[in-house]
């Protein structure tokens, strides 16, 4: 598995021959919340998952840029219907297939906070050769997360404010237990302090990255 972490909670993933591509970042807040990107580099995706409406995760131009022919694009429905291309709509607790892709949406969202209603946004399991690939999207810790089941590689927001901060964000990774856990939606934080933070809990890999850095896992 090939992870490439483009900033804020933009991921790259290829796992098996196929190309993930998680809330593709717009150019306008590539400056201010990530590095600017060559789309060649980021390359084009097979599924590209967008977990909610708000438009630091998502944009027409983006999406368009990293599709091609065959591209599947998964979505809640406000996002959706904005799109303006074909899109699969999708909410908590559905699962779809994709050749060899399995998606299931589970929930996000805020437990005290109003940036993200129940409802409104979701997180993805993505399961591919084998390996589930868990990205949060924009939520708190919620009780959800204690039934995900098996998960090999998580990103996690961390920044507080709009989502968990990273005091919550150990607690997430306690209750999901995957083996790597990548620190994602930082804001301020140093993706560096959820790993000192969970340094001695024992079979939970912390795997700080910087914008643009790729990781290889060899070992899953």
Do not use: C
Not at 214 to 220: G, N
């Amino acid at each position: 598995m090939e992870i490439k972490w483009f900033g804020h909670a933009w991921f790259g993933v290829d796992v098996d021959g196929v190309r993930l591509i998680f809330d593709p970042l717009p150019e306008k807040y590539q400056k201010k919340l990530g590095p600017s990107v060559d789309l060649e580099l980021a390359r084009k995706a097979d599924v590209i998952l967008i977990s909610h409406s708000h438009t630091d995760h998502w944009g027409r131009d983006i999406i368009r840029s990293l599709r091609k022919p065959g591209t599947a694009v998964i979505s809640p429905r406000k996002p959706a219907n904005k799109i303006g291309e074909d899109v699969k709509v999708v909410e908590a607790g559905q699962r779809v297939e994709f050749g060899q892709v399995s998606v299931l949406a589970v929930p996000a969202y805020n437990m005290r906070k109003i940036y993200h209603r129940r409802g409104k946004g979701v997180g993805y399991l993505v399961t591919v050769g084998g390996k589930t690939i868990y990205h949060a999207g924009d939520t708190d810790h919620i009780p959800e997360m204690s039934n995900f089941g098996k998960v090999d590689v998580a990103f996690l927001p961390i920044g507080g404010k709009y989502t968990m901060d990273v005091n919550d964000a150990a607690l997430a990774a306690k209750a999901i237990s995957p083996r790597v856990v990548i620190p994602m939606h930082n804001m301020t934080t140093k993706p560096a302090e959820l790993a000192r933070i969970l340094g001695d809990v024992p079979g939970l890999r912390i795997e700080p990255m910087e914008p643009g850095q790729t990781l290889s896992l060899t070992d899953l």
